[in-house]
C-alpha cells in the first residue's frame, strides 16, 4: 500500500472531517464509554467551515491511499502535534507512521527539540512504541464529561 502525503486543502475538510468522527467513534470506543465517544466526538456540534478554517490554521497534512484521504495530522513550529488521525479501515498499515515521521522532519526543520501530544488511550500504545514517553495523565472535560489522556513526548534528535 503506497500512502502519499500532502498538504490540506479546502477540499479535504469534509473527508478529514469524517476520518476525526470514525476514528473516535470505531477506533475509540474500545477504550472510551459511550458518553466519552459523544462528548469527544460532537459531530452535531462540528461544521465543516470551521473545520476547515482550524485545519488551514493547523499546517495539516493529510495522507491519501487510492486516492482516498484516509488519515491526517498537523505539528506547530514547538513540535505540538494536536491531531493524528486515521480512518479505522486504514488502520495498523502504516499511515500513521507516515504521518509521524513527516511532522517530525517538519518539526525538526523548524528547529523544535521534541515533539509532544496530548494522546488518548487508543494512541498511547501506538506512540510509546515509537519512542514517546508519558509526561502526565490527563483529564480534560469536553461537554462536561471527563476524559483521559497522557501528555506524551519524544526528544528529536539530529
Known sequence: MTVLLRPYGPADAE???????????CTASADYTPE????????????????DAARRRSDTIVAIVGGSVVGFTDVDDSGYIDMLFVHPDHGGRGVASALLAEVADRARARGAAELSSSV???????????GFEVITEQRPVRHGVELVNYRMHKPLGE
Open 15 to 25: 473527508m478529514t472531517l469524517a476520518v476525526f468522527l470514525a476514528a473516535i467513534t
Open 36 to 51: 466519552q465517544i459523544a462528548a469527544w466526538a460532537a459531530p452535531e456540534q462540528r461544521s465543516v467551515i470551521d473545520w
Open 120 to 130: 488518548s488511550v487508543t494512541a498511547r500504545p501506538f506512540f510509546a512504541a515509537r
